[in-house]
């Protein structure tokens, strides 16, 4: 029964279905903390798609990479709010257009 | 050459090197008499040790002359190799007497005159580093050497000219020494690179031997063009026409510096240097013209400024630049020895005036001008009498020192065969006749008639009105009555006589102004004229070839004097005595029985007066012809041309060349995260097109 399961190709629809929109929110949204709820959607898009091709070529490197990816997440998740936070702080605020320094 | 005997020449140069350093370094902190404790223990010692060379020196054996002493090899380039060494012959102690003995004195001179001066220990630091500087060009045993001698009492001489540097005239004075100097310069090191290429040394003794080789040029050759380049630096350095004019304005410097430094000593490098090189000379009959004719244009020039200057340092200034060119003309006619002897006697009488005339300017409290002194004899009679013996020195009146040197100059300019000329003869006789009265009307002017006190308190240099107290009560011949110094600094009325450290040196010189001459009383007066004798193994004469260096003949070169030139010669030295007596007698009637003379020739003669006094315009021409064209071309084409046009366009046109870039670039820079991703989405999504195509197409 496990073979006539959903097949890969849902999956990865699925998967690129996510991703396109945490590409379109991060593009669109203004929210610093949005954008970065939608990076947070675009790996685990990505996640998706490794554990359907681990499952379904029967290879563990799949999996063991999405633990590397939810750690480097998980790091990110931290650095980024520390960032977000000290921008907030001089800043205040959180829209993307006004924290626009890093040009002539 | 070298012998065994060693006299660590050396220690000549090094110790008043020492002394200044000392000086320079901690001066700062010392008590004013520990500065001068130390300035003078150096010279003094330098010349203790050059005395005591020299009486070494003296029994040398022929063979042993030149004496060199080779220390270490200080460059070598190639084939070409320089030594740090000394040389000692016969010409080298008589300047290393003159240099050490005058500049001792004058040293002693300083401690008094600059007593209440700021930058004590500064300038006694510079002094003692001209005296360094000084013995090195004249024992240094290369041309090399002696350059860095050279160029390095033009240092010490704009150092002091320079040494009251908040004044702007002195500054300007300092720099304008120093360049004309460089222009000089420049001329002898095109003649020392003229040596190198053509006998790849510079040593002395090896440059002499090879010329002594070859054939007297004829016309103008390469030894010519050599000879003349080096007289080019000297003329720069000696103060000749083309580039006198530093002299005049040197004298802003200190008084002691105008008469060690602008008298004495450095300006007669030039003379030295090519008494020096006389071997060269000789070869190259064309150069030794030139030397001539500038000596004696130079000559006449100068003192025909000198008659009408009123500043009285100025008016030796003049007299200065005007003996010098008697001592090239003497070189100019190969009598390097009589040149030679003039700049001895010279730096012995015109050390004494200066020292005199700063005596004098000490007693008015920083007067310069002539016009406001008169009637000092009964109030300094020390520096009257002792001025009195240097006057008559230059003027030529026998038997004082002048009058052999100046004489043997005119006679051997008169007779000598090959080079003289009575034309040379006859500019030096009017140049002696002006010496006699411009320095008798600076002596009436001075000491004479009434007491001309100008009304102002300003002081020109600023030299103390004031005395220590320890050196006010020792002063010899110091009028009764004058209750001087203590505090009042600047009182322009009380004329006092300067302290005995001051007197000492000025009584010294003056007996040298007096005995110095009779080193070379010629045979004419039943003399032996040693000092021609002492030098004739250095100063070739010219009538015969000159001699390889190796083997002097031990026989005086002035055996052959028949009985005719013996009477002619008497009959030029009586000419030039009347000359100086009629000298004399202008200056006496001029300036003490009708004063109102020169006032009546001045306006008779305005043309010829303003001329004069305006120095021939020479300056102004100078400043139209030379300096303007070279500040305003610098100002106009290289700076504001090549300096703002072309280096200034180019680094400011890469800028802007690279902001105008940028400035397109940068449109993508927006600083817009969400751009950027936005950039970043559609480069992937390029990427993922182009996989897809690729897959389609594969």
């Known amino acids: 029964m496990m073979t006539q399961s959903i097949p890969l190709s849902w999956y990865l629809i699925l ?90 | 050459m070298n012998s065994n005997t060693n006299f660590n020449l050396w220690m000549i140069p090094i110790l008043p090197l020492i002394g200044s350093a000392i000086n320079g370094i901690f001066g700062k902190r010392f008590p004013r008499n520990l500065v001068a404790t130390i300035a003078l223990v150096f010279p003094g010692a330098t010349f203790a040790y050059a005395v005591w060379v020299v009486s070494q020196f003296a029994s040398l054996s022929q063979a042993q002359i030149p004496h060199i002493e080779r220390l270490f090899p200080w460059i070598e380039a190639g084939g070409f190799r320089v030594d740090y060494g000394f040389y000692l012959d016969q010409l080298s102690v008589t300047m290393l007497l003159v240099v050490t003995g005058v500049g001792f004195l004058i040293h002693i001179y300083s401690v008094g005159y600059m007593a209440e001066e700021g930058g004590y220990y500064r300038f006694f630091s510079y002094l003692n580093l001209f005296m360094f500087f000084m013995l090195t060009l004249v024992l240094a045993h290369t041309y090399l050497l002696m350059f860095v001698g050279w160029e390095g009492v033009g240092l010490a001489s704009y150092l002091l000219i320079g040494f009251f540097f908040r ?66 630096g000297a003329a720069g350095k000696s103060a000749q026409i083309p580039l006198y004019v530093w002299l005049p304005d040197a004298m802003e410097g200190p008084t002691p510096v105008s008469a060690l430094i602008h008298a004495a000593t450095m300006v007669t490098a030039g003379v030295y240097i090519v008494a020096r090189s006389n071997v060269l000379f000789l070869h190259s009959p064309e150069a030794l013209r030139v030397v001539a004719i ?152 001075t000491f004479f008639g009434e007491r001309r006190e100008a009304v102002h308190n300003e002081h020109e240099e600023p030299t103390g009105g004031v005395h220590a107290p320890g050196s006010a009560q020792a002063a010899a011949g110091h009028q009764s009555g004058v209750q001087h110094g203590h505090g009042n600094y600047g009182h322009t009325g009380h004329v006092h006589e ?136 610098s100002r106009n084409v290289l700076w504001r041309g090549v300096d703002v046009g072309v280096i200034d366009a180019l680094v400011n046109g890469a800028g802007t060349t690279s902001k105008l870039l940028s400035g397109i670039t940068r449109r993508m820079q927006s600083g817009s995260i969400r751009s950027y991703a936005g950039w970043v989405a559609l480069g992937a999504a390029c990427v993922v097109g182009f996989m897809i195509w690729m897959g389609l197409h594969a």
């Open chain 2, 167 to 232: 004044k702007d005239s002195a500054a300007q004075a300092g720099k304008k020494a120093f360049i004309t100097n460089r222009v000089g310069d420049y001329g002898f090191l095109l003649g020392m690179f003229l040596l190198i290429k053509q006998f790849g040394t510079l040593d002395y003794d090896k440059v002499f031997k090879t010329i002594s080789g070859r054939p007297v040029e004829a016309s103008v050759g390469v030894l010519t063009i050599t000879a003349l380049l080096i007289m080019f």
């Open chain 2, 498 to 633: 300067s302290p005995w450290i001051m007197l000492a040196p000025l009584v010294v010189l003056a007996i040298g102004s007096i005995i110095v001459g009779w080193l070379g009383i010629p045979e004419a007066l039943h003399g032996h004229n040693r000092f021609d004798q002492f030098l004739a193994p250095v100063v070739h004469t010219s009538s015969e070839p000159v001699r390889s260096t190796e083997n002097f003949p031990s026989e005086p070169q002035k055996s052959e004097s028949p009985e005719e030139n013996k009477s002619l010669e008497l009959e030029l030295a009586g000419a030039s005595v009347a000359v100086a007596f009629a000298g004399l007698g202008l200056a006496y009637l001029f300036y003490v029985r009708r004063p109102e003379l020169p006032d009546r020739i001045a306006t008779n003669l305005k043309g010829v007066y303003r001329i004069l006094l305006n120095k021939y315009w020479v300056d102004e021409t100078y400043y139209a012809t030379l300096v303007n064209p070279i500040v305003d071309g």
């Open chain 1, 15 to 104: 998967s690129a279905f996510l991703f396109a929109i945490g590409v379109a929110s991060f593009l669109i949204k203004r929210n610093i903390i949005t954008i970065f709820m939608s990076i947070e959607l675009m790996l685990n898009a990505v996640n998706l798609a490794f554990v359907a091709f681990a499952s379904h070529w029967h290879q563990v490197s799949g999996q063991v990479f999405v633990f590397f990816v939810m750690v480097v997440a998980a790091a990110e998740a931290a650095v980024g709010l520390a960032i977000i936070l000290a921008v907030f702080r001089s800043r205040e605020t959180l829209n993307v257009d006004q924290v626009n320094l890093l040009k002539l």
């Open chain 2, 294 to 445: 500038i000596g004696a244009l130079t000559a006449i020039f100068a003192a025909s400024i000198g008659l009408v200057q009123n500043d009285i340092k100025r008016v030796l200034a003049y007299s200065t630049v005007s003996q010098l060119g008697y001592m090239f003309m003497a070189c100019g006619v190969a009598a390097f020895s009589a040149g030679i002897f003039h700049l001895v006697t010279h730096a012995f009488f015109k050390a004494l005036l200066f020292l005199a005339a700063g005596s004098v300017i000490h007693a008015l409290g920083g007067e310069q001008d002539m016009r406001h002194m008169g009637g000092l004899r009964k109030l300094i009679p020390w520096t009257f009498w002792v001025m009195t013996i240097a006057t008559f020195a230059i003027a030529g009146f026998p038997p004082l020192s002048g009058f052999f040197s100046k004489d043997e100059i005119l006679w051997k300019a008169f007779s000598d065969k090959n080079h003289g000329n009575w034309v040379l003869w006859l500019i030096g006789l009017i140049t002696a006749g002006m010496t006699s009265f411009y320095m008798f009307r600076l002596w009436f002017m």
